[in-house]
């Protein structure tokens, strides 16, 4: 809430500023330097006839007649000139023949002479708001337009605005760089002249070589003219940018390049600053909350840059002038805020840390005489710094009459002490058999911890002490406890032992009349020794072969998986052909009334032809993941067996199905043995849960990984990786047969 109150103030005091005009010498120092950076070139269509040194001292006069200025009119119509504005007082009296010839020469240019006007207060100006006009003669000014050529410097001195015109008496007189260009704006009056426009390329012309004929026709064709006073003895100088001094008739033409140019510099108005403000004062105030000070101070940077930047390139592209001072104030006071935010939160800061200095120091000595463990504290030497009510009774101690420079050595008996001062890992056990104490015999863990802690001896000096933290625990009774679980843990071993010999003794016991009903039914449904009469005998016999084979298979799955728990499998490893390996698979699937209908497609990488396995443990794990594949899938489905290399440069074997899936809660628990994701009497496959149990602990014995992704009702896919160290290249089969040649 604070910092919202201390933004809207931020934008109160920006907004108020920037209407009451704060920032404008800012902003004009700030378009003065861009105008200094940039420099546009001018039309080519306007020349300055200039009144300099030369003239006056040549012609030795001033005024100059009015006769001269109908020669100089003439030699300028009569070489084609397109406009002629003079920037001269005609409003006084003069000769009366000299004025009839200045007049006759005006009505020979047609129209394409423009005389200047002038505003000014007459009297003085705190008791009279009476605007003069000066205007030309009437003589002259039936022959010519009029033009205002008032200049107005702003608060330093500068001319910076040039003027469309001026309403005066309900009729808009328009100034004579607009009626040159032939462009004025009457809503706006005033406009921004662009000194940015290099005056080198405005051609100037000495009135006394034009009125010599030194002058070519080539350089007065078709242009247009300004024809004034620019001697400084005639003091028509005003202060202006870029250029530091101007002459009235150079200001009146760099005003008609700015308008002829397009180059009118326009400036931010005062909403789009208004608006501009809004989004920084809101911006930082959001950004404040979300990032720290030092982060916002360099935003702020990046900011101030940025507008600036595009402020240049505004103004030199396209003559817009941002105020940026506004903006600018507003980026500075939010950063400053962020700033003395942060002195706040620093000065909050310590003063919450010595609290909780002064917080940790009670809690440290509450936690130590709280413990239920025994705490000593020392220093380097073994001296006693402090020691806990535990540690007093366990060690048979009377605060009360430790002396003030007691030693761990007059407490602590000396086996113990020895076994404390011995190097090696923490914590540690030690039985004390020699306790003094009422508990007699006592197994303590204990703990040694060392920490540099600074002391203060004065304002200007800090030392640091090595203390040592002694933590005692007794588990006598967890020790007993330990020796209890340890005894249960051999008993379980022996148990485990005695269920696997059984198991193992069980499953040879169960294999040997297996294989004789398996024989001899197969006799039977054969038919060896003649006919058995009845058609169903053979059905019989039939079922009695499935059965004993189903039933033979779950036995020796129950010993594999007996053996792997008792570590009594070890691998026959060799190199596998693992396109022919699976081929033979595949052709016992087939075989399956599970895959009838069923399509196997291989996709294999021939990268890699060769595996360092166990051939009949890597047939058998892809038989299981071929027989759950065809067991789960639909009539008519494709299982896709396929070959890639993991990303860790291991061989990956993929068997996909589009079957039923597998719940997600139940991916798993499906590796488990015995455990079926459908485990009701009714479920519709059969099985005995064991296939992925084995996979499983057969791809752990070739130290690879059984990954298995499913989606219930879209499919199954199951991927055995193996490690790199297993893989052969296919140029490995070919070295080996030259080897073996």
């Not at 940790?360 to 009510?389: C, F, H, K, W, Y």
């Not at 169903?536 to 009695?544: F, G, K, M």
């Not at 639909?634 to 068997?655: M, S, Y």
């Not at 296939?691 to 499913?710: F, T």
Request: net charge negative; with cysteine; proline share 4%.
């Amino acid at each position: 809430m604070k910092q919202l109150v201390v933004s809207i103030a931020i934008l109160l005091t920006t907004v108020i500023l920037s209407v009451g005009g704060a920032w404008e010498d800012i902003d004009l120092w700030t378009l003065d330097r861009r105008m200094d950076l940039v420099e546009i070139e001018p039309t080519g269509t306007l020349s300055v006839v200039a009144i300099d040194v030369r003239t006056l001292r040549a012609l030795n006069q001033w005024p100059i007649s009015r006769r001269t200025h109908a020669k100089v009119v003439d030699i300028l119509i009569e070489n084609g000139a397109n406009q002629i504005a003079l920037d001269i007082d005609l409003s006084g009296e003069s000769y009366p023949e000299d004025s009839a010839i200045l007049a006759d020469a005006f009505a020979r240019a047609s129209g394409r002479i423009i005389l200047p006007i002038f505003f000014q207060r007459d009297g003085d100006r705190n008791t009279t708001n009476e605007i003069v006009v000066t205007r030309p003669m009437a003589l002259f000014a039936e022959h010519a337009w009029l033009g205002n050529v008032n200049v107005s410097p702003e608060r330093d001195g500068r001319v910076r605005r040039g003027s469309y015109g001026v309403e005066l008496d309900g009729q808009f007189h328009f100034s004579l760089p607009a009626l040159l260009a032939g462009r004025a704006d009457r809503e706006k009056l005033f406009f921004h002249t662009n000194y940015s426009i290099d005056t080198h390329g405005i051609p100037r012309i000495s009135y006394i070589d034009l009125l010599n004929g030194e002058v070519g026709r080539d350089q007065i064709e078709g242009r247009k003219f300004i024809i004034g006073a620019t001697a400084v003895e005639l003091g028509d100088q005003f202060a202006v940018p870029k250029h530091g001094v101007m002459s009235g008739p150079a200001i009146q033409a760099m005003a008609y390049e700015t308008l002829a140019t397009g180059t009118v510099i326009r400036q931010t108005d005062t909403p789009a600053v208004i608006a501009g403000l809004v989004v920084i004062v809101f911006a930082g105030f959001f950004l404040q909350k979300r990032m720290s000070w030092l982060q916002l101070q360099l935003i702020g940077i990046v900011a101030l840059v940025t507008l600036q930047a595009i402020g240049f390139l505004l103004f030199r592209n396209h003559a817009i002038d941002l105020n940026l001072a506004g903006w600018s104030a507003a980026i500075l006071l939010v950063c400053s805020s962020a700033i003395l935010s942060e002195i706040a939160r620093q000065r909050r800061h310590i003063r919450q840390q010595r609290l909780e200095n002064e917080y940790r120091r009670l809690l440290t000595t509450s936690v130590v005489n709280d413990s239920p463990d025994a705490i000593i504290i020392a220093d380097a030497e073994g001296q006693i710094e402090m020691i806990n009510p535990v540690a007093e009774q366990m060690f048979g101690i009377d605060r009360q009459r430790l002396a003030p420079e007691m030693r761990l050595s007059d407490i602590l008996p000396a086996t113990l002490l020895q076994a404390t001062e011995a190097d090696g890992d923490f914590p540690r056990e030690y039985l004390l058999e020699d306790m003094s104490g009422p508990r007699g015999a006592m197994c303590l863990r204990y703990t040694l911890s060392r920490s540099r802690v600074p002391r203060t001896l004065s304002d200007d000096e800090t030392t640091m002490r090595d203390l040592v933290t002694y933590t005692f625990h007794d588990v006598t009774e967890r020790h007993a406890a330990e020796e209890a679980i340890r005894a249960a843990h051999r008993q379980e071993q022996e148990a485990s032992r005695a269920k696997t010999e059984f198991i193992a003794n069980m499953g040879h016991e169960l294999r040997t009349p297996l294989n004789a009903i398996i024989g001899f039914s197969e006799l039977m449904t054969a038919e060896i020794f003649g006919p058995l009469g009845d058609g169903r005998y053979r059905q019989y016999a039939t079922d009695i072969t499935d059965s004993g084979k189903h039933l033979l298979m779950t036995v020796n799955d129950i010993l594999d998986l007996s053996r792997i728990d008792s570590n009594k499998v070890s691998l026959a490893d060799e190199n596998i052909d693992i396109a022919e390996a699976t081929e033979a698979c595949i052709r016992i699937a087939r075989s399956w009334k599970e895959a009838a209908g069923k399509t196997f497609a291989i996709d294999f990488d021939h990268a890699f032809t060769q595996l360092w396995a166990d051939a009949g443990l890597f047939k058998q794990m892809l038989t299981n993941l071929l027989s759950n594949a065809a067991k789960f899938s639909k009539p008519n489905d494709r299982i896709t067996i396929r070959t890639a290399i993991a990303a860790d440069g291991g061989f990956c074997l993929t068997v996909a199905d589009p079957g039923i899936g597998i719940a997600a809660e139940d991916i798993e628990r499906v590796t488990e043995p015995f455990y079926q994701a459908d485990g009701s009497l009714a479920r519709s496959h059969e099985g005995t849960g064991l296939g992925l149990a084995l996979v499983k602990a057969y791809m752990k014995l070739h130290d690879g990984q059984l990954r298995i992704e499913s989606v219930q009702g879209e499919g199954t896919t199951v991927t055995l990786q193996f490690p790199p160290a297993r893989l052969r290249p296919a140029h490995d089969e070919a070295a080996s047969v030259m080897a073996g040649a």
